[in-house]
């Protein structure tokens, strides 16, 4: 079966250091991976998305991702995190099963504390 | 203009109401997507459409509706829902490339459904 897993229900870190949010895959064949951002009532932000290439990511609002293969995993990072970065953070994976479908990891909230 | 815009922002309807939920957009995508969201739980997909045409249903109950008159818009009509269909709607689309599965998804904000 094909799956996102994010291990941390929630993630606080303090405003200037680094994050990082946890995401591992399993998927059959070559994974079309992505991370997605929410804020409180309001839909779903394309931060950034790994389809083949460059094992690290550059994509929105600072935010960069490393895909790793040999793990499984596809975490997302920040260099120096923002109390606006505060919000719940998707992994998703698309798969193709008749249409184009997305699986979403069940989400981790962020909390950046000044 | 790249948003995806929904309507109603928020709907409370009764058991016996029959209500639609309105989704557009105008960046040419040919893919359209409805999911459902719980509080702090991740959007489960409901329908696919490509092409206007329906291409996944996950299994919903037939009280979901969809409907795709055209390529910049997906409707959702809603008959004799329950209180557990309460959540908040959301519309998404994306580009197609045929054979390929890369592309990101642009969501509305959602319409916030009570159901009483």
């Known amino acids: 079966a094909q799956s996102v897993a994010q291990p941390e229900d929630q993630v606080n870190v303090a405003e200037g250091n680094p994050l990082t949010v946890k995401c591992t895959y399993s998927?059959?064949?070559?994974?079309?991976l992505f991370w997605y951002v929410q804020y409180p009532n309001r839909g779903l932000q394309f931060l950034l998305k790994y389809i083949t290439g460059d094992n690290l990511v550059k994509g929105s609002y600072g935010f960069e991702a490393e895909f790793n293969k040999s793990q499984t995993s596809f975490h997302l990072k920040k260099p120096s995190a923002l109390v606006s970065d505060s919000a719940l953070y998707f992994c998703a994976v698309r798969v193709h099963t008749g249409g184009f479908k997305t699986i979403f990891g069940a989400g981790t909230r962020l909390f950046v504390k000044a | 203009d790249t948003e995806v815009t929904q309507t109603p922002k928020h709907l409370v309807m009764g058991m016996t109401n029959k209500k639609s939920l309105k989704c557009e957009q105008h960046?040419?995508?040919?893919?359209m997507y409805w999911y459902k969201q719980k509080a702090k739980k991740p959007p489960e997909l409901m329908f696919v459409y490509s092409y206007e045409k329906l291409s996944i249903n996950e299994s919903v109950p037939s009280r979901f509706s969809p409907e795709c008159p055209n390529s910049s818009l997906l409707n959702l009509h809603l008959h004799a829902l329950q209180p557990e269909d309460s959540a908040l709607y959301l519309c998404?689309?994306?580009?197609?490339?045929?054979?390929?599965?890369?592309?990101?998804?642009?969501f509305g904000p959602g319409t916030r459904l009570t159901v009483l």
């Open positions: 960046m040419g995508h040919r893919a």
């Open positions: 998927v059959s064949g070559n994974p079309y």
């Open positions: 998404a689309s994306s580009q197609v490339d045929m054979g390929l599965v890369s592309d990101e998804q642009f």
